[in-house]
């Protein structure tokens, strides 16, 4: 199935993150592009330059941006299989497989030094290898400024404004040296600092473009800062995604890119005692139900295993889970949420050139998703 024009068209590229794949440094991540992202991406999307979702933790950033010879062998690499790092993960920072996590994976947070200039190298390499490449436009995700605290009592501070700022203006002087336009989209997630679209869109506006705008710099700012919308994190807090699309264009405020990704979703007390099976210990897993049931930090949060759920009463769970797994039982996912948002995709919702990134960390076969939505986008469902 040849389908590579929804990446030549420019209407809406799609790619799958490699942070599903551990790599220990920029030679473990070569060999994640050569053996499992270009072969998959191929498979599913047939021939011409495909947009490869690349994670980048800050050594690899690093060499990539200080090391020309370096990155013109990365360069090489992705011309040989026909890939452009267009859309990249830099939420986490550093490696997040094998060992504990959890809240670490927010560190450093957006008012570090370390955070800034860990973004820049990495926006310095991408665009780079997109002038090289012939391509005008990458994204980078990442953190939503970092962790509200187990308490929920922490938020957003000025030092996390004005850093994203501060990018936002060496965006824009990467830009006139490049020609490349380079977006840092902020994720929202669970119990982060910005949890919600809705805040992130407000903190956005209130906080980054009044900054920018008093500067006199307001369009460099909404030129280079947006957001990322991820299906999982917008359905665990009970968001809508595709009205959040519109609440983006009321407000001004760009979509870098969509994380395409479902979450858990327990259905009573069955489906609480399913859940709770799912509990691990390197991720966070912040679950949500309504009203007053939760949020739980994580799925070893007490109060969740104390819990009497309703059989009405849902959980829904930061777990990512496979786009095309329906779940059974007590225990489902939100697929018909990710359905919907590719049928509003399809039917011409999204702004042109959006990429569309399948991003489930927790699942190495992530090829097969990147085929379900594939299909989904050309209509061939069958």
């Given at each position: 199935?040849?389908?590579?024009?929804?990446?030549?068209?420019?209407?809406?590229?799609?790619?799958?993150?490699?942070?599903?794949?551990?790599?220990?440094?920029?030679?473990?991540?070569?060999?994640?592009?050569?053996?499992?992202?270009?072969?998959?991406?191929?498979?599913?999307?047939?021939?011409?330059?495909?947009?490869?979702?690349?994670?980048?933790?800050?050594?690899?950033?690093?060499?990539?941006?200080?090391?020309?010879?370096?990155?013109?062998?990365?360069?090489?690499?992705?011309?040989?299989?026909?890939?452009?790092?267009?859309?990249?993960?830099?939420?986490?920072?550093?490696?997040?497989?094998?060992?504990?996590?959890?809240?670490?994976?927010?560190?450093?947070?957006?008012?570090?030094?370390?955070?800034?200039?860990?973004?820049?190298?990495?926006?310095?390499?991408?665009?780079?290898?997109?002038?090289?490449?012939?391509?005008?436009?990458?994204?980078?995700?990442?953190?939503?400024?970092?962790?509200?605290?187990?308490?929920?009592?922490?938020?957003?501070?000025?030092?996390?404004?004005?850093?994203?700022?501060?990018?936002?203006?060496?965006?824009?002087?990467?830009?006139?040296?490049?020609?490349?336009?380079?977006?840092?989209?902020?994720?929202?997630?669970?119990?982060?600092?910005?949890?919600?679209?809705?805040?992130?869109?407000?903190?956005?506006?209130?906080?980054?473009?009044?900054?920018?705008?008093?500067?006199?710099?307001?369009?460099?700012?909404?030129?280079?800062?947006?957001?990322?919308?991820?299906?999982?994190?917008?359905?665990?807090?009970?968001?809508?995604?595709?009205?959040?699309?519109?609440?983006?264009?009321?407000?001004?405020?760009?979509?870098?890119?969509?994380?395409?990704?479902?979450?858990?979703?327990?259905?009573?007390?069955?489906?609480?005692?399913?859940?709770?099976?799912?509990?691990?210990?390197?991720?966070?897993?912040?679950?949500?139900?309504?009203?007053?049931?939760?949020?739980?930090v994580d799925l070893s949060d007490p109060?969740?295993?104390?819990?009497?759920?309703?059989?009405?009463?849902?959980?829904?769970?930061?777990?990512?889970?496979?786009?095309?797994?329906?779940?059974?039982?007590?225990?489902?996912?939100?697929?018909?949420?990710?359905?919907?948002?590719?049928?509003?995709?399809?039917?011409?919702?999204?702004?042109?050139?959006?990429?569309?990134?399948?991003?489930t960390y927790t699942n190495p076969s992530?090829?097969?998703?990147?085929?379900?939505?594939?299909?989904?986008?050309?209509?061939?469902?069958?």
């Open positions: 199935m040849r389908i590579d024009a929804l990446h030549a068209d420019g209407r809406h590229p799609l790619t799958y993150c490699t942070n599903v794949h551990p790599a220990g440094d920029l030679d473990e991540a070569e060999a994640v592009y050569r053996d499992k992202a270009a072969p998959a991406l191929r498979n599913a999307l047939g021939d011409g330059k495909l947009c490869l979702g690349a994670w980048w933790p800050s050594d690899v950033a690093f060499a990539l941006a200080s090391d020309q010879g370096r990155l013109d062998a990365h360069f090489a690499l992705c011309e040989q299989l026909g890939v452009v790092p267009s859309s990249l993960n830099v939420f986490p920072m550093g490696r997040f497989h094998g060992d504990r996590v959890k809240q670490a994976v927010y560190e450093p947070t957006w008012a570090s030094e370390e955070r800034l200039s860990y973004s820049l190298a990495a926006a310095t390499a991408l665009a780079s290898l997109l002038q090289r490449s012939g391509i005008g436009y990458g994204v980078m995700s990442s953190l939503p400024l970092g962790f509200r605290g187990a308490g929920r009592d922490q938020r957003p501070v000025e030092a996390h404004a004005v850093n994203v700022f501060r990018l936002a203006l060496a965006l824009e002087a990467l830009e006139k040296k490049t020609g490349v336009h380079v977006v840092l989209a902020l994720e929202p997630e669970p119990w982060c600092l910005l949890e919600t679209l809705q805040e992130t869109v407000t903190w956005l506006v209130d906080e980054v473009m009044a900054m920018a705008a008093s500067g006199g710099n307001e369009a460099a700012a909404r030129r280079h800062i947006g957001i990322c919308i991820d299906l999982c994190h917008a359905a665990v807090v009970g968001e809508d995604a595709i009205a959040a699309v519109s609440l983006c264009e009321r407000s001004g405020v760009r979509i870098g890119k969509v994380q395409v990704s479902a979450a858990i979703v327990a259905r009573g007390p069955d489906g609480l005692a399913r859940l709770l099976e799912y509990d691990e210990p390197v991720y966070l897993h912040q679950t949500f139900g309504r009203g007053d049931r939760g949020p739980f109060g969740l295993g104390d819990l009497e759920l309703g059989t009405d009463e849902e959980l829904v769970s930061h777990f990512h889970v496979p786009i095309h797994w329906a779940g059974q039982g007590a225990l489902v996912s939100t697929k018909d949420q990710v359905v919907a948002f590719l049928d509003f995709v399809e039917g011409g919702g999204l702004p042109a050139g959006t990429p569309l990134e399948v991003e992530i090829a097969e998703e990147l085929e379900f939505a594939a299909r989904y986008l050309t209509g061939a469902r069958g």
